[in-house]
């Protein structure tokens, strides 16, 4: 739709001054999707010109303007066992469809910070560093799910952006496995669960999204039993933390959640069957 | 920007001989649609155009204490700012049933979203913070949102000192209408009962989610009239109701219908239509209204939500005793087209079936919930979901499949129906239950194909890897429902169609011109096909739909092909009398067969019904038009008795079954329907490929319906989901294989024999999506949508 | 602010353009182009379905000043792109089909029959059209589903589709359009 309160257009090359109204533009899909009466003036990132998707030898660096299609299309080195197929199964999660991956970007949907922003899923589970560039020059970095503290919130300050996300390395050469619910085809998702479980020093993380108003993460030196991984989620989402909206009742989405994580666990603790065995 | 007005034109299809009558004829504006070119209403452009925009109200019920509008008109870019005080006669109110509907809201408002003041701007955007600028002082009412608010002693009444028709009839001022029917004595006949079964359902607030908005184009004409373009279904309804508030006589206001982004029923009661034409006459300059969608879901009315008791009685043998049924339906603050929603709940309620001792009570509220009104299937829907709940019912109770206790207890011809009304042609409920029962069933378990791994696009929950087939169940259901076609209680209802024919570059052609609004059924195919087999030329025009020839009545009911087809049927056999004069006249003498034999046009000959080739079309014509517009009309009705409920109100019926196939994650709660077949008797098929179009459509509604749609209000009676995000509409990953089988066992009544088709497909496949969902779980899911807190118990 | 792209093949330029314009609402309002459609303007719809440098997208998305310098195709410059498209796969244009090239005249025109792309055909014959609202975006996503994948199964169809509602069809004759498409773009080749 037209924001009919925004007056002005910037390139983001040209640093300026940070104004009250002012807000980033990534690939827009959520920016016009709904009135944003207190925005004045779009920042387009859309020039800077950044690499969508580099492997580094600190792990795999997505930029905040990587569409999500970009992202879908990433093929892993080999080792990083965690890409495929939890990349497409997170993009698959947005409320919607190839047109939207065509210009969502993986930054607008981690600063949107709903909580079933599947990016938001993704880089949480996968260990996700957030760099955060301040208009002075300043960086800043912390974990994604520490990034988003609520529906719709993070701790994104005046004038900073969102860079990049950097998934390690260790976290990329996980077995993950993964989890997702939602009342309808595309529909948005009402519980989104991610496990990880890490060869080297065989941690279990779960990560619980979309069903709680930001990431709930738990983490546990070796895998848990079931009863412990029940008892671990039901005292981390206590009753009324549950997020609750039209895409599902807390309680249904407790349900999924509680299901989703033990179906992970089962499926993370039992031996990977190697190609040509069956 | 083009400079040109971009307003409805002629559609010309020139087709080959065999596009006449039961042909699948292609779509005379097909072309205009795919191209992007077919003008709809929010296409519509005029040079110097104002752009209009509603202020609404942000609560369900309030009172007025002032509007201060000085900020919005001093806003540059503004040309106007009209609230209720601004209305220029005293015609102040508008209503398809009762005139109680505010053109701006009048002291008081009744629910949210009520129109309050317009402005007028030069760009959309100015009139949006205009609006915003307008500072309305609301005192908060107590808000009446269901029976028990609506009915207590104490309860506001939502409109005092009403006067309408229903008003000295009704048990209590918030109650819209009350219609009873008592046939036989069903308390005598449930004693014979072997078993009793009872149950209370729910059906929630559907909308009609047509996707083009709400909009058209008011320009003030120099004779202090005004043209309006508009998206609508019935011109002629607007147009009454338009004039007066304009205090303009009706032939100064001319209407010519824009093309029609679907309507369902939601189109019937006025939206921008007096809104625009206010705003153009005040400002002198054209001015365009569009709604955007968060708009559109406060601007229609909604499908009634409604509660159902319903009790049956059967004996062991499979037979139905008797019924008793209540119906409770939320009319919301307006009354829109509540009385003929109550008549027809109330007389379609026993369901296509033989039970001669029946007890019913239908009513319509008046709350401060959205107004609901017409919506594709009118009352029927409502109460097909609970009658073939029970069904199921009876029948499990009965240990008997619930196919064959439906075919046992199947209306036939001759059946009667609780009215009184003999239905005296073809009703072939059971064959239509038998006829997609015996379908194939889809394979089992399509997720799997030979080995491999899940396509799990094919599993419950799709896409999002949420199941990988474990704990999945297959469930099978059926329904069969009985729609009206047309108008009932003995309202008036007739067609119009001006048919002209003539010579034109040495070919005969024919000029179809009626008031009809295509919504996407596809009337202007059917008109032409009409034409051609009742004339025998090839060349058809379909003039566009405006107030300039009589009414075609409403698209809605079901009725129009029936009825305007009808009138364009009937126009064309008065054409064809006339042509066949002139050739009398001018060859009578050359050959007997003129004064002696049956004689058609065909292929743009005269020819006997022998075959035999008198003279050519065109030259018996000559120079000569014949141009005719005449009325036509169905066979009368009658009222239904206001204590007994009896009388001949329907004009026909329309009889669909469904049978659905549906997977269903019991463990998560999500559904998958895997295929939902229909059977229906459509008398005649005058176009194969748009009814079973039209049947998939409507039976798509009905999915919906059954699984996904609902209005959420909340008890402040405020709307929480006006959007598409939050309300949704099958998608085409939501809808399965649809099978349609079509029937055609002629009505002798009707034009063609053929029947109203619309409506019918989107009664019986709710039911039969639902019942296969409790095959599948074995749950009892009395209300609809079904969502996966039903299923899982949480 | 101006905004400058490429239409249709076209450059077009629309002035005064407010800065949170979108795409849609220049293309309708300011272009003469209302073939996109505005059922929803939130990105649900894919009414508004426009190609962005090949790309579908939805329109009522994509704020107007991001299309600068770029390449746009609606549901009225698919027939003109289908007709393009056949000297594409090759190196360019054939000489058979530079010697019919003919300058298009300023100004949109209504199509002859016979000057459709193959999707819009297939559309009006498989009776995929009732009301029409839906059937320019679903158009726009299905042309370039054909050009991406020329034998797309059901599935393959109904995911690429997904983002596009339709009220009147129930959506089964949809699919008989784009496999009708798809069954004659084989016969073709």
Same mark, same amino acid.
């Given at each position: 739709?037209?924001?009919?309160?925004?007056?002005?257009?910037?390139?983001?090359?040209?640093?300026?001054?940070?104004?009250?109204?002012?807000?980033?533009?990534?690939?827009?899909?959520?920016?016009?999707?709904?009135?944003?009466?207190?925005?004045?003036?779009?920042?387009?990132?859309?020039?800077?010109?950044?690499?969508?998707?580099?492997?580094?030898?600190?792990?795999?660096?997505?930029?905040?303007?990587?569409?999500?299609?970009?992202?879908?299309?990433?093929?892993?080195?080999?080792?990083?066992?965690?890409?495929?197929?939890?990349?497409?199964?997170?993009?698959?999660?947005?409320?919607?469809?190839?047109?939207?991956?065509?210009?969502?970007?993986?930054?607008?949907?981690?600063?949107?910070?709903?909580?079933?922003?599947?990016?938001?899923? !993704?880089? =949480? $589970? *996968? /260990?996700?560093?957030?760099?955060?560039? &301040?208009?002075?020059?300043?960086?800043?970095? @912390? %974990?994604?799910?520490?990034?988003?503290?609520?529906?719709?919130?993070?701790?994104?300050?005046?004038?900073?952006?969102?860079?990049?996300?950097?998934?390690?390395?260790?976290?990329?050469?996980?077995?993950?496995?993964?989890?997702?619910?939602?009342?309808?085809?595309?529909?948005?998702?009402?519980?989104?669960?991610?496990?990880?479980?890490?060869?080297?020093?065989?941690?279990?993380?779960?990560?619980?999204?979309?069903?709680?108003?930001?990431?709930?993460?738990?983490?546990?030196?070796?895998?848990?039993?079931?009863?412990? !991984?029940? =008892? $671990? *989620? /039901?005292?981390?989402?206590?009753?009324? &933390?549950?997020?609750?909206?039209?895409?599902? @009742? %807390?309680?249904?989405?407790?349900?999924?959640?509680?299901?989703?994580?033990?179906?992970?666990?089962?499926?993370?603790?039992?031996?990977?069957?190697?190609?040509?065995?069956? | 920007?083009?400079?040109?007005?971009?307003?409805?034109?002629?559609?010309?299809?020139?087709?080959?001989?065999?596009?006449?009558?039961?042909?699948?004829?292609?779509?005379?504006?097909?072309?205009?649609?795919?191209?992007?070119?077919?003008?709809?209403?929010?296409?519509?452009?005029?040079?110097?155009?104002?752009?209009?925009?509603?202020?609404?109200?942000?609560?369900?019920?309030?009172?007025?204490?002032?509007?201060?509008?000085?900020?919005?008109?001093?806003?540059?870019?503004?040309?106007?700012?009209?609230?209720?005080?601004?209305?220029?006669?005293?015609?102040?109110?508008?209503?398809?049933?009762?005139?109680?509907?505010?053109?701006?809201?009048?002291?008081?408002?009744?629910?949210?979203?009520?129109?309050?003041?317009?402005?007028?701007?030069?760009?959309?955007?100015?009139?949006?913070?205009?609006?915003?600028?307008?500072?309305?002082?609301?005192?908060?009412?107590?808000?009446?949102?269901?029976?028990?608010?609506?009915?207590?002693?104490?309860?506001?009444?939502?409109?005092?000192?009403?006067?309408?028709?229903?008003?000295?009839?009704?048990?209590?001022?918030?109650?819209?209408?009350?219609?009873?029917?008592?046939?036989?004595?069903?308390?005598?006949?449930?004693?014979?009962?072997?078993?009793?079964?009872?149950?209370?359902?729910?059906?929630?607030?559907?909308?009609?989610?047509?996707?083009?908005?709400?909009?058209?184009?008011?320009?003030?004409?120099?004779?202090?009239?005004?043209?309006?373009?508009?998206?609508?279904?019935?011109?002629?309804?607007?147009?009454?109701?338009?004039?007066?508030?304009?205090?303009?006589?009706?032939?100064?206001?001319?209407?010519?219908?824009?093309?029609?982004?679907?309507?369902?029923?939601?189109?019937?009661?006025?939206?921008?239509?007096?809104?625009?034409?206010?705003?153009?006459?005040?400002?002198?300059?054209?001015?365009?209204?569009?709604?955007?969608?968060?708009?559109?879901?406060?601007?229609?009315?909604?499908?009634?939500?409604?509660?159902?008791?319903?009790?049956?009685?059967?004996?062991?043998?499979?037979?139905?005793?008797?019924?008793?049924?209540?119906?409770?339906?939320?009319?919301?603050?307006?009354?829109?087209?509540?009385?003929?929603?109550?008549?027809?709940?109330?007389?379609?309620?026993?369901?296509?079936?033989?039970?001669?001792?029946?007890?019913?009570?239908?009513?319509?509220?008046?709350?401060?919930?959205?107004?609901?009104?017409?919506?594709?299937?009118?009352?029927?829907?409502?109460?097909?979901?609970?009658?073939?709940?029970?069904?199921?019912?009876?029948?499990?109770?009965?240990?008997?499949?619930?196919?064959?206790?439906?075919?046992?207890?199947?209306?036939?011809?001759?059946?009667?129906?609780?009215?009184?009304?003999?239905?005296?042609?073809?009703a072939p409920v059971a064959e239509l239950l038998r006829r997609v029962k015996a379908l194939p069933l889809p394979p089992e378990n399509q997720w799997e194909s030979a080995g491999q791994t899940a396509d799990v696009r094919a599993l419950p929950g799709g896409l999002s890897n949420t199941t990988h087939g474990e704990g999945v169940v297959r469930g099978v259901g059926y329904a069969v429902g009985i729609k009206n076609v047309g108008f009932s209680e003995g309202f008036?209802?007739?067609?119009?169609?001006?048919?002209?024919?003539?010579?034109?570059?040495?070919?005969?052609?024919?000029?179809?011109?009626?008031?009809?609004?295509?919504?996407?059924?596809?009337?202007?195919?059917?008109?032409?096909?009409?034409?051609?087999?009742?004339?025998?030329?090839?060349?058809?025009?379909?003039?566009?739909?405006?107030?300039?020839?009589?009414?075609?009545?409403?698209?809605?009911?079901?009725?129009?092909?029936?009825?305007?087809?009808?009138?364009?049927?009937?126009?064309?056999?008065?054409?064809?009398?006339?042509?066949?004069?002139?050739?009398?006249?001018?060859?009578?003498?050359?050959?007997?067969?003129?004064?002696?034999?049956?004689?058609?046009?065909?292929?743009?000959?005269?020819?006997?019904?022998?075959?035999?080739?008198?003279?050519?079309?065109?030259?018996?014509?000559?120079?000569?038009?014949?141009?005719?517009?005449?009325?036509?009309?169905?066979?009368?009705?009658?009222?239904?008795?206001?204590?007994?409920?009896?009388?001949?109100?329907?004009?026909?019926?329309?009889?669909?079954?469904?049978?659905?196939?549906?997977?269903?994650?019991?463990?998560?709660?999500?559904?998958?329907?895997?295929?939902?077949?229909?059977?229906?008797?459509?008398?005649?098929?005058?176009?194969?490929?748009?009814?079973?179009?039209?049947?998939?459509?409507?039976?798509?509604?009905?999915?919906?319906?059954?699984?996904?749609?609902?209005?959420?209000?909340?008890?402040?009676?405020?709307?929480?989901?006006?959007?598409?995000?939050?309300?949704?509409?099958?998608?085409?990953?939501?809808?399965?294989?649809?099978?349609?089988?079509?029937?055609?066992?002629?009505?002798?009544?009707?034009?063609?024999?053929?029947?109203?088709?619309?409506?019918?497909?989107?009664?019986?496949?709710?039911?039969?999506?639902?019942?296969?969902?409790?095959?599948?779980?074995?749950?009892?899911?009395?209300?609809?949508?079904?969502?996966?807190?039903?299923?899982?118990?949480? | 602010?101006?905004?400058?792209?490429?239409?249709?093949?076209?450059?077009?330029?629309?002035?005064?353009?407010?800065?949170?314009?979108?795409?849609?609402?220049?293309?309708?309002?300011?272009?003469?182009?209302?073939?996109?459609?505005?059922?929803?303007?939130?990105?649900?719809?894919?009414?508004?379905?426009?190609?962005?440098?090949?790309?579908?997208?939805?329109?009522?998305?994509?704020?107007?000043?991001?299309?600068?310098?770029?390449?746009?195709?609606?549901?009225?410059?698919?027939?003109?792109?289908?007709?393009?498209?056949?000297?594409?796969?090759?190196?360019?244009?054939?000489?058979?089909?530079?010697?019919?090239?003919?300058?298009?005249?300023?100004?949109?025109?209504?199509?002859?029959?016979?000057?459709?792309?193959?999707?819009?055909?297939?559309?009006?014959?498989?009776?995929?059209?009732?009301?029409?609202?839906?059937?320019?975006?679903?158009?726009?996503?299905?042309?370039?589903?054909?050009?991406?994948?020329?034998?797309?199964?059901?599935?393959?169809?109904?995911?690429?589709?997904?983002?596009?509602?339709?009220?009147?069809?129930?959506?089964?004759?949809?699919?008989?359009?784009?496999?009708?498409?798809?069954?004659?773009?084989?016969?073709?080749?």
């Amino acid at each position: 739709m037209d924001l009919g309160t925004v007056t002005q257009m910037r390139d983001a090359r040209r640093r300026e001054q940070w104004r009250p109204g002012d807000a980033y533009l990534g690939g827009g899909t959520y920016l016009f999707s709904e009135p944003q009466p207190h925005i004045r003036r779009l920042v387009d990132l859309g020039s800077m010109g950044w690499e969508p998707l580099e492997v580094t030898p600190d792990g795999l660096v997505i930029a905040a303007t990587c569409t999500v299609a970009q992202l879908n299309r990433f093929t892993a080195p080999p080792g990083w066992q965690a890409c495929h197929p939890l990349i497409e199964q997170c993009c698959r999660s947005f409320l919607a469809s190839f047109k939207i991956w065509n210009m969502a970007t993986v930054g607008g949907n981690i600063c949107n910070a709903l909580p079933a922003g599947p990016m938001i899923s !993704l880089t =949480a $589970a *996968l /260990e996700g560093e957030a760099t955060l560039l &301040a208009l002075d020059g300043g960086v800043r970095r @912390l %974990p994604v799910a520490e990034f988003v503290t609520g529906n719709g919130r993070k701790v994104l300050r005046e004038g900073e952006l969102l860079r990049s996300v950097t998934l390690p390395t260790y976290a990329l050469r996980s077995r993950t496995a993964f989890r997702q619910g939602s009342l309808h085809r595309l529909g948005r998702s009402a519980a989104l669960v991610i496990g990880r479980h890490d060869p080297a020093d065989g941690s279990f993380t779960l990560t619980v999204t979309a069903s709680t108003p930001r990431p709930v993460r738990l983490w546990f030196p070796l895998p848990p039993a079931a009863a412990q !991984l029940r =008892a $671990a *989620l /039901e005292q981390a989402v206590p009753p009324g &933390a549950w997020f609750d909206d039209i895409y599902g @009742l %807390p309680e249904w989405r407790r349900h999924l959640t509680l299901r989703f994580a033990e179906e992970i666990r089962a499926e993370l603790t039992t031996a990977p069957v190697a190609p040509g065995e069956e | 920007m083009a400079g040109t007005t971009r307003t409805p034109t002629n559609l010309t299809q020139g087709a080959k001989a065999d596009a006449g009558i039961g042909a699948s004829t292609l779509r005379p504006d097909g072309t205009l649609k795919v191209t992007g070119e077919f003008a709809y209403s929010s296409d519509m452009w005029h040079e110097d155009m104002l752009w209009g925009f509603t202020l609404r109200s942000p609560h369900a019920h309030a009172r007025i204490l002032s509007v201060d509008t000085s900020d919005a008109l001093a806003q540059a870019g503004v040309y106007a700012v009209l609230t209720h005080d601004d209305l220029p006669t005293e015609h102040k109110k508008y209503g398809l049933e009762f005139t109680d509907t505010p053109v701006l809201a009048d002291g008081v408002v009744r629910h949210h979203g009520e129109p309050v003041a317009l402005v007028a701007a030069d760009h959309p955007e100015t009139a949006r913070r205009a609006a915003a600028k307008i500072k309305v002082e609301y005192e908060e009412l107590p808000v009446v949102h269901d029976e028990a608010s609506a009915l207590a002693e104490d309860a506001p009444l939502l409109h005092p000192g009403r006067d309408d028709h229903h008003a000295h009839e009704v048990p209590h001022p918030n109650i819209v209408h009350r219609q009873p029917i008592i046939r036989g004595d069903a308390n005598a006949a449930a004693r014979r009962a072997d078993v009793i079964v009872t149950g209370e359902y729910e059906v929630g607030m559907q909308d009609q989610a047509f996707l083009g908005p709400e909009s058209g184009l008011a320009v003030p004409g120099e004779d202090g009239g005004v043209d309006l373009y508009v998206a609508t279904q019935w011109l002629h309804s607007d147009l009454r109701q338009i004039a007066p508030v304009l205090g303009l006589p009706e032939e100064k206001v001319r209407m010519t219908l824009s093309g029609v982004g679907g309507a369902f029923g939601g189109r019937e009661d006025l939206s921008m239509q007096i809104h625009a034409c206010l705003l153009a006459l005040r400002t002198g300059k054209p001015v365009k209204i569009v709604y955007n969608r968060f708009e559109s879901f406060f601007g229609h009315v909604h499908r009634h939500p409604a509660k159902l008791w319903y009790e049956h009685g059967a004996t062991r043998d499979g037979k139905l005793t008797h019924m008793k049924c209540r119906i409770v339906l939320d009319g919301g603050a307006y009354a829109s087209a509540s009385p003929a929603v109550v008549g027809n709940a109330s007389s379609l309620s026993v369901g296509p079936y033989v039970i001669e001792d029946v007890e019913i009570e239908a009513v319509a509220l008046y709350t401060n919930n959205p107004p609901c009104g017409a919506m594709r299937g009118f009352g029927a829907v409502q109460a097909c979901f609970a009658y073939e709940a029970q069904m199921d019912k009876v029948a499990a109770e009965l240990g008997m499949d619930p196919v064959e206790f439906r075919q046992l207890n199947a209306m036939t011809q001759g059946t009667i129906m609780p009215t009184g009304q003999v239905v005296d042609s073809p009703a072939p409920v059971a064959e239509l239950l038998r006829r997609v029962k015996a379908l194939p069933l889809p394979p089992e378990n399509q997720w799997e194909s030979a080995g491999q791994t899940a396509d799990v696009r094919a599993l419950p929950g799709g896409l999002s890897n949420t199941t990988h087939g474990e704990g999945v169940v297959r469930g099978v259901g059926y329904a069969v429902g009985i729609k009206n076609v047309g108008f009932s209680e003995g309202f008036d209802d007739y067609s119009t169609a001006r048919v002209r024919l003539e010579v034109v570059a040495g070919e005969p052609v024919a000029t179809v011109h009626t008031a009809m609004a295509e919504v996407g059924q596809g009337g202007v195919t059917v008109h032409a096909q009409i034409a051609r087999t009742e004339l025998g030329v090839q060349q058809v025009t379909i003039h566009p739909a405006d107030t300039q020839v009589g009414s075609a009545g409403s698209t809605s009911a079901s009725r129009q092909t029936y009825m305007t087809g009808g009138a364009v049927k009937n126009t064309c056999e008065a054409v064809r009398d006339k042509a066949l004069q002139l050739g009398r006249r001018r060859f009578g003498t050359f050959h007997p067969a003129w004064a002696t034999a049956e004689l058609l046009l065909e292929g743009g000959k005269v020819v006997t019904d022998g075959g035999e080739v008198l003279a050519d079309l065109a030259d018996v014509l000559g120079d000569d038009v014949v141009d005719l517009e005449l009325e036509f009309r169905h066979r009368p009705t009658e009222a239904f008795d206001i204590v007994t409920g009896q009388g001949f109100g329907h004009v026909q019926y329309s009889f669909a079954a469904h049978r659905a196939v549906v997977e269903v994650d019991t463990e998560l709660g999500l559904v998958k329907v895997v295929e939902l077949a229909c059977a229906q008797d459509v008398g005649k098929a005058l176009n194969p490929l748009s009814v079973v179009g039209q049947i998939q459509g409507g039976t798509t509604q009905g999915l919906g319906l059954a699984v996904m749609e609902e209005i959420i209000v909340d008890p402040k009676s405020k709307v929480r989901n006006p959007s598409f995000t939050d309300y949704l509409i099958p998608t085409i990953l939501d809808t399965p294989t649809i099978p349609v089988d079509v029937l055609e066992l002629a009505d002798d009544h009707a034009p063609y024999g053929l029947r109203g088709i619309g409506e019918a497909p989107t009664l019986s496949s709710t039911p039969a999506v639902v019942s296969a969902i409790r095959a599948a779980t074995g749950l009892a899911l009395k209300r609809v949508p079904v969502r996966p807190e039903h299923i899982t118990g949480v | 602010m101006r905004v400058t792209f490429t239409v249709n093949g076209r450059e077009q330029e629309a002035d005064d353009v407010w800065e949170g314009e979108s795409l849609l609402y220049v293309l309708r309002e300011r272009m003469g182009l209302p073939g996109s459609k505005n059922a929803c303007e939130q990105g649900e719809c894919g009414s508004c379905t426009v190609r962005l440098d090949d790309v579908p997208v939805c329109s009522c998305l994509v704020a107007a000043g991001q299309v600068q310098g770029r390449e746009v195709v609606t549901v009225e410059g698919l027939a003109d792109q289908a007709r393009e498209r056949g000297g594409r796969a090759t190196d360019g244009t054939t000489l058979d089909q530079a010697k019919g090239w003919q300058a298009k005249p300023h100004g949109a025109q209504a199509a002859q029959p016979g000057q459709l792309a193959p999707i819009q055909q297939a559309f009006i014959d498989a009776g995929a059209v009732q009301c029409g609202f839906c059937t320019p975006g679903l158009l726009v996503a299905a042309d370039e589903l054909l050009e991406r994948n020329s034998s797309p199964t059901d599935a393959d169809i109904r995911e690429a589709l997904s983002g596009n509602l339709c009220r009147c069809t129930g959506y089964e004759k949809i699919l008989d359009a784009v496999r009708l498409a798809a069954a004659r773009q084989d016969e073709v080749v």
